[in-house]
């Protein structure tokens, strides 16, 4: 009590545990499996419901009102307009035609998915809201990646930002904006990072392929059946220890800049603090326990994660938090939500 | 509760309609009239006559109510919300989740659940999904497999023009003996490529696309040899086996999303692009259509199909590595057996 003009801060807090977890996954598994997938759209409500409503912040949790058929008729229309594309774009020039007209819709499809995905969640009683203009989506999506392509990716973090940028300005709770900007440094450094991964991880097993393959007879190398077994384990070792795991270091590490970046309106600031490696061990094991045990540990797995990322989330307020009042909502359809549950793409929650 | 007719006090928290502050408060349950009593001293109804609804239940997070006004009741006390809850849905969902030693039922139900979609939904979800698939996408798929093949592994043709032009007549005899849907659906095409490492061997991809190494050409001077293992390339074509094969593990991602949702990082790659590389061997089904297919389109167009024996025959064992033709190729002594008896039987 000594310091009282150090500002407070309020930490991130994950309340649920692996074990209850364990008992609504499998029964929403089994449930998904008995009713021939239907079901899985309650089951994400109910996985975002749990992970929702079990994280905390200055005493407060959020939570996720969609209904399970809203995400089920979502997931239809994206089923039926999947179909109808590929029947389409079977006829030579209209599927042309089709593949264009798509480039332009995903933006679309995308804003309204982020809004959607907004308005159901929400803090201390209090909305989200998401509200971002076409062109900016567009840019964002389809124009830059595009240009970053013809770079061959070496700008690939001008891109990551500009999609931060995009989504996060977006958003809003109770009429206060987020903001986010970042200078490009540290999202080269994490860049960077992620290559050093890979160049280390490629010399290493380089050095392990090339030791195995030396002690065979230059000769008969082209006709050895060992040296072609040592390459292909080479080139498989190089996709799941080299490539994989840089992403996520990539990832670790643009996480902490974009929480450090973002503010809420107010005064309101946030910080995360994990370790890149760390992130890494945990994704790694993680991955290995959950094959191993035939996927039964994947609740413990995924709890394990997502505890140690909302530890090292933190808020940290610019006096009281109860100044946040929800606007009147309007509708939004769950046609954007299913998009995103295809894509893979889902903003979630910050930790 | 036997007093039915006294009021229930529950303990929590209320958020006013649309507002991030939250008061201390309580929620009076009675038969005629319910409210929530703020610290304050604020009453916030429900109607009269109107029993309160709680959220269905999730784990021990809080129990909500959300009050007509959009206001929002929360509560710690498990016991009294589900007292007022009893014999619904939501509490039945959340008993049979509780983790408890029936759960093991559940556990063993969820496999056999999850084999039975492995053996019979994934197949007829590929079977659909071939059957939509466009010839243009089958084209790029195509392009984009020789473009990084090219990149990657292999290198371009040492053979002579004369030699591959001896080549291309039999692919072109081979092509002449099909039915002329099957000719016209594909746009086949061979080419050669010197790819070390993996030997004499040779792939199709979805869209027509044939590729045969230089180490099968030079290593066989059969056209007997050559003959069978096109046609028996051109099986897979028509087969449509890669399209199966990628579908399958795009499928699998799919499913998995669908059904165990999110893997977490490094899992879902593995999943992913793991599973479309991993898709890239073939499956014994798929090598004794092709055979079958093969060795009759062999046949047809003048070359003997105890070539794809003579060429079996000249591999060394599979067992010692995972590259050869063999092995992408599994040759079991069933495969053998089966060739061996058709041309006995003809």
Same mark, same amino acid.
């Given at each position: 009590m000594q310091y009282t003009t150090e500002p407070q801060i309020e930490e991130f807090e994950f309340r649920g545990s692996a074990r209850e977890w364990f008992g609504v996954w499998i029964v929403n598994l089994f449930l998904t499996i008995i009713t021939a997938g239907i079901y899985s759209a309650w089951a994400k409500v109910r996985t975002k419901k749990y992970f929702y409503q079990n994280t905390y912040v200055a005493g407060r949790n959020f939570d996720y009102h969609a209904t399970g058929l809203q995400i089920l008729i979502g997931r239809i229309i994206m089923i039926v307009a999947f179909i109808a594309f590929s029947i389409v774009s079977a006829i030579p020039l209209v599927g042309l035609v089709a593949l264009l007209a798509l480039l332009f819709i995903v933006p679309f499809l995308l804003i309204r998915s982020f809004r959607f995905n907004a308005q159901m969640s929400s803090w201390s009683n209090v909305r989200f809201r998401f509200e971002g203009g076409y062109v900016p989506a567009f840019l964002a999506f389809i124009l830059y990646p595009i240009l970053t392509a013809l770079t061959l990716y070496l700008t690939f973090p001008f891109l990551d930002r500009a999609v931060k940028r995009f989504t996060l300005n977006g958003h809003s709770l109770g009429g206060h904006s987020f903001s986010f900007d970042a200078p490009i440094a540290p999202f080269y450094k994490a860049f960077f990072a992620a290559a050093a991964w890979v160049v280390g991880m490629l010399m290493i097993i380089g050095s392990v392929v090339f030791s195995m393959i030396g002690s065979i007879d230059p000769v008969t190398l082209a006709e050895d059946p060992t040296a072609s077994v040592v390459l292909i384990g080479g080139i498989y070792a190089m996709i799941f220890i080299a490539f994989f795991p840089a992403l996520t270091v990539y990832r670790a590490f643009v996480r902490n800049v974009t929480l450090n970046h973002l503010a809420l309106e107010g005064g309101h600031e946030f910080v995360s603090n994990v370790q890149p490696m760390t992130v890494v061990w945990i994704a790694i094991s993680n991955a290995l326990i959950t094959v191993l045990s035939l996927g039964l540990l994947l609740p413990w797995a995924q709890v394990r994660l997502y505890r140690y990322l909302a530890e090292h989330t933190t808020l940290v307020p610019n006096?009281?938090?109860?100044?946040f009042v929800g606007q009147i909502e309007t509708r939004a359809g769950a046609m954007g939500d299913a998009y995103t549950d295809l894509e893979g793409i889902d903003l979630g929650l910050p930790v | 509760m036997e007093g039915g007719d006294q009021p229930v006090k529950i303990p929590g928290r209320i958020f006013p309609a649309r507002s991030s502050r939250a008061i201390p408060a309580s929620l009076v349950v009675s038969p005629e009239r319910s409210v929530v009593l703020a610290d304050d001293s604020t009453l916030f109804p429900l109607g009269d006559g109107v029993q309160p609804k709680f959220d269905m239940p999730v784990g021990r997070a809080s129990r909500r109510l959300t009050l007509p006004d959009g206001s929002l009741f929360e509560t710690e006390d498990h016991a009294a919300v589900d007292a007022l809850d009893r014999g619904s849905m939501g509490l039945r969902l959340h008993r049979a989740e509780?983790?408890?030693?029936?759960l093991v039922l559940i556990v063993v139900l969820c496999f056999v659940g999850a084999w039975a979609v492995w053996r019979f939904a994934l197949p007829a979800m590929v079977t659909v999904a071939v059957w939509l698939t466009p010839a243009p996408l089958e084209q790029a798929i195509d392009a984009g497999s020789m473009q990084s093949l090219d990149l990657t592994f292999a290198e371009p043709t040492t053979l002579s023009g004369e030699k591959q032009d001896t080549i291309q007549v039999i692919f072109d005899d081979l092509l002449s003996e099909l039915p002329q849907d099957q000719r016209d659906n594909w746009d086949y095409t061979l080419l050669f490529r010197d790819i !070390?490492?993996?030997?004499p061997n040779a792939m199709a991809l979805p869209g027509g696309t044939i590729v045969i190494t230089d180490a099968l050409v030079k290593g066989f001077d059969d056209e007997d040899v050559i003959g069978s293992v096109l046609a028996h390339e051109i099986g897979h074509v028509v087969g449509r086996h890669g399209l199966q094969q990628l579908y399958q593990s795009l499928g699998i991602y799919i499913l998995v999303a669908l059904i165990a949702g999110d893997t977490g990082p490094i899992l879902e790659e593995v999943l992913l692009e793991g599973g479309i590389v991993l898709s890239l061997s073939h499956s014994r089904e798929h090598e004794r259509e092709a055979d079958d297919f093969g060795i009759r389109l062999a046949e047809e167009a003048g070359?003997? !199909?105890a070539g794809l024996l003579r060429f079996f025959a000249a591999l060394p064992d599979s067992g010692e590595t995972d590259t050869d033709w063999l092995s992408t190729h599994p040759a079991s002594g069933e495969r053998i057996e089966a060739i061996q008896n058709y041309i006995d039987g003809r």
């Open positions: 006096g009281p938090l109860d100044q | 509780r983790f408890r030693a029936r !070390p490492g993996i030997g070359y003997d !199909p």
